[in-house]
């Protein structure tokens, strides 16, 4: 009996020991699994984490690309410079001539210094040197001192004939001039181009840190590389701010290179001048040509935001759009185009503050048929209880509602003024230029402080 007992304790202890066994092992294997999915997981965030740090380089990279022109146009433009001052091409990089190797110096024979030694006279033992020999030897090589020359105020100098001084060559200061501004020009493109290649560089090893982050065994090594390309992200924006500063000091070299070629054309022959001058004219129209067809060509682009009533996002773009121009009108179309939007924008919000307060009564619909407008806020006007976003209002609808408020003429000069003026931007940017100039000057007549804005914002 005792030794059933024994055998039924040790078959119990056994089965207890399996059994904690296969709960470890089963309970190990679920934590591999959920830590091999957490693993899977975290690959995953870093390859679409990688993903798209490398298509925000790639456009960084390729925005500054835009400017290759601009750089190859100043390069041309410091050596069409140069060639046009001087009548010489602009000098090609020489590479640096090699150093001449250095000869030791060879011993004189020893009979000559014998026999200058034997042919003394001057009373020294063989093997001794006179004062003059070591003074002589020691000044070996040294450039002869100049002699003194008498001085011309004591009583035993001799008259001396004035010395005849030759004209002095002029010279001239504007071949230096034009080669210092040009090298200027030359050093800021050529930073300006390595920068760009710098962008594309990193783009490229953006791509290549990614293919790592695709192969990556663990989320540890994915992650050190992200860490990598964020450093990339670093280098980026040093390009970014560094062909900034290139461009604006590349603005004012180019204005002075123009400015100067355009005087030393002044100084030469009719001809000549007239030619230069109209090549300068020439090309300022083109620069000043391609901005307007820049500006034409991105309100065309962009008509959606004029039809849908965006004149605030249309105003921010302009703005931005600006720094890319190559002349003073240039900017000034797009200066002036950008504060028309703004002023039209301030109009939109004028009307939705005086329908939010006081509905506007038979204002929705152009024909006999009309009702109410209800509400408006920044998203959409509210009509028969229905919101209609700004996007779906028409623009004769707009129209409407902006000159039903125009015509209020109690309002004080100050307030109808700028609505009036408002409404004149709003017919300008619709090409309604005879309607807009007529509202141009009612608000000059309603209130006399607007005239200079709106000759600024609407130039006749």
């Known amino acids: 009996m005792r030794k059933w007992i ?11 020991g399996l059994a904690f066994l296969i709960i470890g ?10 830590a091999a999915l957490a693993e899977e997981s975290a690959m995953k965030a870093c390859a ?20 290759s022109d601009t750089l190859y146009d100043a390069l041309v433009l410091a050596d069409s410079a140069v060639e046009f001052v001087t009548g010489k091409p602009a000098p090609k990089p020489v590479a640096p001539k090699p150093k001449p190797t250095e000869r030791p110096p060879r011993d004189k024979p020893a009979p000559e210094r014998a026999e200058r030694s034997a042919d003394r006279d001057d009373g020294l033992p063989p093997g001794m040197l006179s004062r003059e020999e070591l003074e002589r030897r020691r000044n070996r090589g040294k450039k002869p001192a100049p002699k003194a020359e008498p001085d011309s105020d004591t009583d ?3 008259p001396s004939a004035e010395p ?16 210092l501004v040009a090298k200027d020009l030359k050093t800021q493109a050529e930073r300006g181009q390595s920068a760009m290649m710098q962008a594309v560089d990193l783009a490229e090893r953006s791509l290549e840190l990614e293919q790592k982050v695709i192969r990556a065994t663990d989320s540890s090594a994915a992650a050190s590389r992200l860490k990598e390309m964020e450093s990339i992200f670093e280098e980026m924006d040093e390009c970014k701010v560094g062909m900034q ?15 100067f070629t355009m005087r030393v054309a002044e100084e030469r022959n009719s001809s000549t001048a007239s030619v230069m001058h109209q090549a300068a004219r020439a090309d300022l129209k083109r620069r000043e040509t391609a901005d307007l067809t820049r500006l034409e060509g991105l309100r065309q682009n962009q008509k959606t935001l004029l039809t849908t009533h965006a004149y605030g996002q249309l105003a921010k773009l302009l703005e931005e759009q600006m720094a890319s121009c190559q002349s003073e009108k240039g900017r000034a179309a797009f200066a002036g185009t ?22 506007l009564r038979w204002g929705w619909g152009l024909g006999v048929k009309t ?17 209609i976003a700004w996007s779906d209002v028409p623009v004769a609808q707009f129209a409407k509602w902006a000159k039903h408020y125009c015509g209020k003429y109690e309002l004080p000069g100050r307030v109808l003024g700028k609505l009036e003026l408002a409404m004149a931007a709003f017919l300008w940017e619709h090409d309604l230029t005879e309607e807009a100039l007529d509202y141009k000057r009612k608000s000059i007549a309603t209130w006399e402080r607007l005239r200079e804005e709106a000759e600024s914002l609407l130039p006749e």
């Not at 092992?25 to 959920?34: F, P, S």
């Not at 679409?48 to 400017?67: F, I, Q």
């Not at 005849?164 to 080669?179: L, M």
Request: glycine share 6%.
């Open 371 to 387: 009702v109410d407008v209800t509400d408006a806020s920044e998203t959409g006007v509210t009509v028969m209880s229905r919101e």
């Open 156 to 158: 035993t100098a001799e």
């Open 338 to 359: 950008a504060r028309r939007c703004a002023k039209i924008n301030w109009l939109r919000g004028y009307m939705i503050e005086q329908i939010h307060a006081e509905p």
């Open 164 to 179: 005849v001084t030759a004209a002095p060559v002029p010279a001239k200061p504007k071949v230096r001039t034009v080669w």
């Open 245 to 259: 500063g290139i461009l604006s000091k590349l603005e004012k070299q180019r204005i002075e290179v123009e400015r």
């Open 48 to 67: 679409e984490d990688a993903s798209g740090m490398v298509t925000r380089l790639r456009h960084a990279s390729e925005k500054l690309s835009e400017h």
């Open 6 to 16: 024994t055998l039924i304790f040790i078959l119990a202890v056994l089965g207890g």
């Open 25 to 34: 092992k089963r309970n190990a294997e679920r934590e591999a699994y959920l």
